[in-house]
């Protein structure tokens, strides 16, 4: 018998006994997931629905990435209609969405841009990383450059060199040792300065720790800095407005490529397209992936600015063309669901919307949040938000990470999905909020009022009902 032939809480349960039989789940503890049972059935909008009929906002939009929202049909109908036409052939040779797909991307930067496509966030920086070096081999054949330069509690993806990029100890710890390629500066993570700094004061010394670790590893060394403009994972990181453009006059010092990292910031996320255009600054080399499609389906690009695309232009015998290749690069289906993902972005003036929903959604937190003394600060750009919860704000010691999972249980509980920082004992208090940029006011609303019934649980559990 098909699952389908089956009755609804039949199906419900062959699921989750084939699942737990036979399926390796990423992050989650497996014991957990017995008890803790979701099989998501349906979505739309930014709400998703369990099989059991349960509902819940989604405020973390996935993983950081349906900017669009869940149930837009039509890009089914966009997949099908390419998958009739042509399914696939690589990338070697020219396909139509795929060439759509790089002059939409070119066309959001303002022109300047080449795009090597990839399947995930992880593939586009790792290509970036191979891009740089093999860039610094022609165009720097007397040096050796192949190190890059990326900050502690960055989150950059999850193969082993955008792990080692990577400055989470705790994803690493069980893979390590990493072939150390890749040096660690201190992040702007402005709330806890790493340098035990304050702004202004400080000077934004951790931009300039990039150029003291230029200097001491030796710029014949380094090929690239990787950057995330809004550091996401770690709990939702606002920069200086100095510190971006401070790190871009480094890297254009010393000829070492600027690689910033838009997989979560892209896409209208931040209130802008792209999270660096916040700042003025002109990436050498750009990972996007997860809003380019909104999810639907996975694919991704390394963009590259023109003066690195030259460097890659030969005769046959210079070998100077890319020297790697993925089977699914350049996917047309992908791209044509891209193509029409970034129309609906375009259309419908999410990354405009996002600033509006986002200044809303942050304004409400802040009144209502900041009421509790657990609440250490409410931060963030567009619909990119992290609340920092501490045991008292003179302190600012991390609350409890029990409790901080109780903030978790609770707002599920009543019908919302929101996100936790990863960036362990250090950084990991953080609840970070990434809805779809079309959530709407009433759902703001209901997200701020769990929320606020979470912190007042936490502090009183016995006094609010769950
Ligand atoms: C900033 C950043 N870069 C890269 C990645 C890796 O993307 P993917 O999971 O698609 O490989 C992520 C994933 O969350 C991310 O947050």
Redesign the pocket.
Known sequence: MTLTNLPDPEIRARVVKQDLATVLHPLVQHRALEQNQMVITGAQGSTITDHDGTSYLDAMAG??CVNIGYGRTELAQVAAEQMERIAYYPHTAMNLPAAQLGEQLNNLMGGGYHSYFVN???EA?EAGFKVARQYAKHEFPDDFRFKTISRYYA????TLATLAAGGMGDRKGKFEPFAGEFVHVPAPTCYRCPLGLEYPTCGVACAKAIETTILAEGPASVAEVIV?PIM??VGVAVPPDEYHPMVEAICRKYDVLLHV?E??NGFGRTGKMFGHQHYGISPDIMAV??GIVSAYVPI?ATMVKNKVFDSFLGEDADARQVMQVNTYGGHPVAAAVAVRNIEILLEENLPQRATEMGNYLMQGLTDRLMRHAVCGQVRGKGLLVGIELVTDRASKTQLDSKLVGSVLSFCRKNGVIVGRSGGGARHSNVIVLSPPLIITRSECDMLIDVLDRALAFVVNPISVAI
Do not use: C
Not at 155 to 158: C, I, K, R, S
């Open positions: 993983l950081w995930s966030g992880s920086n989150y950059h993806g999850t995330e996401s994972g990292d997989v979560i992936a997860k991704a």
